[in-house]
């Protein structure tokens, strides 16, 4: 059984909505939920601890900038202190001496997944691929960034791969429900989200699970579970804030000329 604490990609009910181009929470003035792909959190360290760390990885990777292992271990660093733009950049020299090298390519495609470029991490996805030894975090991360382009059948396909692999996995679980919920198959997502739920309990993550679990059953229609669902993970009023925006959201789809043509 697969460790669940590993680094997973989660898409967050935020990120299904803005994803969804009729559902743009941020365009719109609705409830401030979260937005991006988040990974399970990470244990800070000392300040001084680590920054003297990084300065060791830094100097490691320019006294050797083809060495890939001292590349990816100054770039985990620099992720893990949320520097991510600085983490990818990191990586590009190692990369073009080393261009088939999967661990680099994979790295690059999670964190240009992780900055928003969904496109051009689905490219390096691909790329990182490898037929004789699948690898659970690749097809992963590939079906959240096919999900976030809208392409929720290859998506929903790459999650499945995933699955196979690291069975009942959260994170897995929790973006393929919403790649469901962006294709407007809300009972789906809801099953998927209820058979992820208690395996995300012993995660920080859990709570972005409940939140999804709400969203779902909101897109669903029901809007008294979803409420009661929502404050679980998130303070009374800010839980109904969200749904209430979620209903009217609805409401206002349903209530619209379905003849109405853009100008």
């Not at 689905?122 to 959240?144: F, Y």
């Not at 859990?206 to 669902?229: H, I, P, S, W």
């Amino acid at each position: 059984m697969p460790q669940h604490t590993s680094r997973g990609h989660f898409l967050t009910p935020a990120a299904a909505l803005l994803v969804g181009a009729s559902l743009l929470l941020s365009a719109c003035g609705g409830p401030a939920l979260e937005t991006g792909a988040l990974a399970p959190q990470q244990a800070e360290q000392p300040k001084s601890k680590g920054d003297s760390e990084l300065a060791r990885l830094a100097a490691a990777s320019k006294a050797n900038p083809n060495d890939t292992a001292a590349a990816l271990a100054y770039a985990k660093a620099l992720r893990a202190k949320g520097a991510k733009a600085q983490a990818l950049a990191a990586l590009e020299a190692p990369a073009q001496a080393k261009p088939g090298d999967r661990r680099l390519t994979l790295e690059r495609g999670l964190l240009t997944l992780e900055l928003g470029d969904a496109a051009k991490a689905e490219t390096l996805l691909r790329s990182a691929l490898d037929p004789k030894t699948p690898d659970w975090r690749v097809h992963s991360a590939l079906g959240t960034a096919l999900a976030s382009r809208g392409k929720h059948a290859d998506a929903r396909e790459q999650f499945g791969k995933a699955l196979t692999l690291a069975p009942n996995h959260p994170s897995i679980l929790n973006n393929l429900a919403l790649s469901h919920a962006l294709d407007g198959r809300a009972g789906d997502a809801e099953k998927v989200l209820r058979k992820a739920l208690p395996v995300a309990k012993a995660t920080p993550n859990a709570d972005k699970v409940q939140q999804n679990l709400a969203l779902a059953l909101a897109l669903g229609g029901k809007y008294r579970e979803a409420r009661t669902a929502a404050e679980g993970a998130l303070p009374a009023a800010k839980a109904g804030e969200n749904i209430t925006y979620v209903q009217q959201l609805a409401e206002a789809r349903t209530s619209a000329p379905k003849d109405s043509k853009a100008d």
